[in-house]
């Protein structure tokens, strides 16, 4: 048995969805001049749910996301 066989495995969004709650205006996120608190982080999330569901993705289903390390994405989302 070594350390990582007692580690509970926490889904991305219950982890961003908890620390919004505790820490809602803690910066979570830095690009550059971009600043961005877990609470807007979650929302900006939450926000891009629907598209996923829109896709045919239902809760529990795994998405990976591949691009450049930044704030393109979270970007693009805020734009809307």
């Given at each position: 048995m070594?350390r990582?066989?007692?580690v509970?495995?926490?889904?991305?969004g219950?982890m961003?969805?908890g620390?919004a709650?505790?820490?809602?205006?803690?910066v979570?996120f830095?690009?550059?001049t971009?600043?961005?608190t877990?609470?807007e982080?979650?929302?900006?999330?939450?926000?891009f749910?629907p598209?996923?569901?829109?896709?045919g993705?239902?809760?529990?289903?795994?998405?990976a996301?591949y691009?450049?390390?930044?704030a393109?994405?979270?970007?693009?989302?805020?734009s809307?």
């Amino acid at each position: 048995m070594n350390r990582y066989d007692e580690v509970r495995c926490i889904p991305v969004g219950e982890m961003l969805q908890g620390s919004a709650r505790a820490a809602p205006g803690k910066v979570a996120f830095v690009s550059g001049t971009i600043r961005m608190t877990y609470k807007e982080l979650d929302e900006r999330v939450r926000a891009f749910a629907p598209f996923l569901q829109h896709l045919g993705l239902v809760k529990g289903d795994r998405v990976a996301i591949y691009m450049k390390n930044s704030a393109g994405i979270l970007r693009s989302e805020a734009s809307r």
